[in-house]
Nanobody, 128 residues
């Protein structure tokens, strides 16, 4: 089992940037594919981005964040990051990281049901 703790959220003006971090503990971090999801009030949790295990050669993004957000991982620090640039008010949400034990593939998934491990979330608020 892996434990996940997000950080880096906050209040930012539209057009600004934030970098979210997700620190993992408990098992070998590098074997996990990692995802970022978000949930705004009154809406379902939605996919943001994901990165494959080990070297992270595969990444995917939701269309709404493509070109603005970048996911990366540092296996020496057991941490996955989400760099968010050109933030918009519609990016306001609680952001969660999630882990899927997928050590033998470069696949990444966007469905929440693929990820059994979740953090508690970090709030991102973008003011207009």
């Amino acid at each position: 089992q892996v434990q996940l703790v997000e950080s880096g959220g906050g209040l930012v003006q539209a057009g600004g940037s934030l970098r979210l971090s997700c620190a993992a503990s408990g098992r070998t971090f590098s074997r996990y594919a990692m995802g970022w999801f978000r949930q705004a009030p009154g809406k379902e949790r939605e996919f943001v981005s994901a990165i494959s295990s080990y070297s992270g050669t595969s990444t995917i993004y939701a269309d709404s964040v493509k070109g603005r957000f970048t996911i990366s991982r540092d296996n020496t620090k057991d941490t996955v990051y989400l760099q968010m640039n050109s933030l918009k008010p519609e990016d306001t949400a609680l952001y969660y990281c999630a882990a899927e034990n997928l050590p033998t593939s470069d696949r990444v998934h966007s469905g929440t049901f693929f990820y059994p491990y979740w953090g508690q979330g970090t709030q991102v608020t973008v003011s207009s």
